[in-house]
């Protein structure tokens, strides 16, 4: 089974600042079946990136995948007030795992 | 528009079973694959299985083979996820989601609560 690694656990930064998560997988995860979610505490799941670059229908600009084999990153690259949640990263090239998140918090 | 709406908050024993629905509107029913996703209370995602509405194949995630079912009605349009033999480890918000296979997960239902407890 595909483990999923993300760092790091928690960023803590302000509105209008970068965001970087890694996601880093065991194994290489074939044709970069990479997804990341955001995901709010009372909400359902919100697919952002499929494919590890490409963004979701209705999905701002702002967000961004990029990585093959093991290492991912989403990049968020002006953070919104919105935009602090959770951000899980799930491999379905093998099986189908989810990292164990990154929490963005405001600073 | 594309909805899944899921049935309301549960109770169980440890030992009983628990059928969560997921009623779909707004596409063609059979033409995705329903996967089921919980979290557990302070927990991350948990992969649980899919159900392919098309011809009935499922996956299963290892750790609830033997005690999961995904099953569909195509009729109503709905997808069911029953669990048994439930422990306290099984309280979680399960939720189901519309499967595009490589484009990922791109509609959930609203999550249900599912909480097992003497």
């Known amino acids: 089974e595909i483990v999923l690694t993300q760092s790091p656990g928690t960023l803590s930064l302000s509105p209008g600042e970068r965001a970087t998560l890694s996601c880093r997988a065991s194994?290489?995860?074939?044709?970069?079946?990479l997804a990341w979610y955001q995901h709010k505490p009372g909400q359902a799941p919100r697919l952002l990136i499929f494919g590890a670059s490409s963004r979701a229908t209705g999905i701002p600009d702002r967000f961004s995948g990029s990585g093959s084999g093991t290492d991912f990153t989403l990049t968020i690259s002006r953070l919104e007030p919105e935009d602090f949640a959770v951000y899980y990263c799930?491999?379905?090239?093998?099986?189908?795992?989810f990292g164990p998140g990154t929490k963005v918090d405001i600073k | 528009q594309v909805q899944l709406v899921q049935s309301g908050a549960e109770v169980r024993k440890p030992g009983a079973s628990v059928k969560v629905s997921c009623k779909a509107s707004?596409?063609?029913?059979?033409?995705?694959?329903i996967t089921w996703v919980r979290q557990a209370p302070g927990q991350g995602l948990e992969w649980m299985g899919w159900i392919s509405v098309y011809n009935g194949d499922t996956n299963y995630a290892q750790n609830l083979q033997g005690r999961v079912t995904m099953t569909t009605d195509t009729s109503t349009s709905t997808a069911y996820m029953e669990l048994r033999s439930l422990i306290s480890d099984d309280t979680a918000v399960y939720y189901c989601a519309r499967d595009r296979g490589y484009s990922g997960y791109d509609r959930w239902g609203q999550g249900t609560l599912v909480t097992v407890s003497s």
């Open positions: 194994q290489s995860v074939s044709s970069t079946y």
């Open positions: 707004g596409y063609t029913f059979t033409s995705y694959v």
């Open positions: 799930q491999q379905y090239g093998s099986s189908f795992t």
